[in-house]
């Protein structure tokens, strides 16, 4: 049932509203798409065809939910499509989400992100305003991007990864060609404002890529990286927070903000969902 709805909007015959569902002006919403209850679409977004967003969502206006991809345009003809956004999604204004990707609760963008078909995003993922994902991706759980980056096809992000403002994942060894690799991004990685990694490159846990880095080669556990070409300038375990003087890093000792471990601190968490952690002696 519709709580609300406002003017010259397009609801198709076999679209699936839940519970309290509210539509802005202008608003279409194609045959096929699911809005499950408790649902907010702001004015002038349109939900395709396939797009399935969870309940106590909200989408900001003129978003296109299960925007299509290349091959539907060039054919003109009906293809196979699906999206499903989980529970507790936050899409800001102007982002456009395309089909076939699946999306874990709590998601959230800033305004005018972009997001690929074919891509994967785990649980309380946030994108900041103008990223770009170019689909064929995989992003695991609690990945925060800033603003302004790019994440090139085939990326693989793991849990837990810091991505700040300006940075580029490539994945064209030899531009311009067919043969594309991905980066990987392993869990608790750190990479720095404008920095740019190339095709094919893994950055292990617990590392960080400096602020300007190009990194050209695979950036070890523990390491820092920085410079054109990046090389190794410190081990992270030894930099010490510059107001505290206290150890910074593996920041998820230090920092918990929207963390499963906000409040209890990580090894508590750890120890109640028996995450397997390393000796101590490694940490420090």
Request: aromatic letters at 8%; one cysteine or more.
């Amino acid at each position: 049932m519709i709580e609300k709805i406002g003017r010259n909007c397009i609801i198709g015959d076999h679209a699936e509203l839940g519970e309290n569902v509210e539509l802005g002006h202008n608003c279409i919403i194609e045959d096929g798409a699911v809005l499950a209850d408790n649902v907010v679409i702001d004015n002038n977004v349109i939900v395709r065809k396939g797009a399935i967003i969870g309940k106590d969502s909200f989408i900001g206006a003129n978003c296109i939910i299960g925007e299509k991809q290349i091959t539907a345009c060039n054919t003109k003809k009906e293809v196979s499509s699906k999206l499903t956004i989980g529970e507790h999604a936050l899409i800001r204004s102007g982002s456009i989400v395309y089909e076939n990707s699946l999306i874990g609760d709590y998601f959230q963008t800033g305004h005018q992100v972009t997001i690929r078909e074919e891509t994967q995003i785990g649980n309380h993922v946030s994108i900041g305003t103008l990223s770009d994902i170019q689909g064929h991706c995989v992003i695991g759980n609690y990945v925060n991007m800033h603003s302004n980056v790019h994440i090139g096809q085939k990326s693989q992000i793991d849990d837990y990864v810091w991505i700040f403002p300006y940075v580029v994942l490539t994945n064209d060894p030899t531009p311009p060609s067919e043969y594309l690799q991905g980066v990987h991004i392993c869990s608790f990685a750190v990479v720095a404002t404008s920095a740019v990694i190339l095709p094919g490159i893994q950055v292990d846990e617990d590392s960080m890529v400096a602020a300007g880095a190009v990194v050209t080669k695979d950036v070890k556990k523990f390491e820092v990286v920085g410079g054109n070409p990046a090389k190794k300038i410190s081990d992270i375990r030894t930099i010490k927070n510059k107001i505290t003087g206290e150890n910074a890093y593996p920041w998820r000792y230090h920092f918990s903000r929207r963390m499963p471990w906000e409040d209890i601190g990580y090894m508590e968490w750890a120890n109640s969902c028996n995450v397997a952690e390393m000796d101590e002696t490694t940490l420090f």
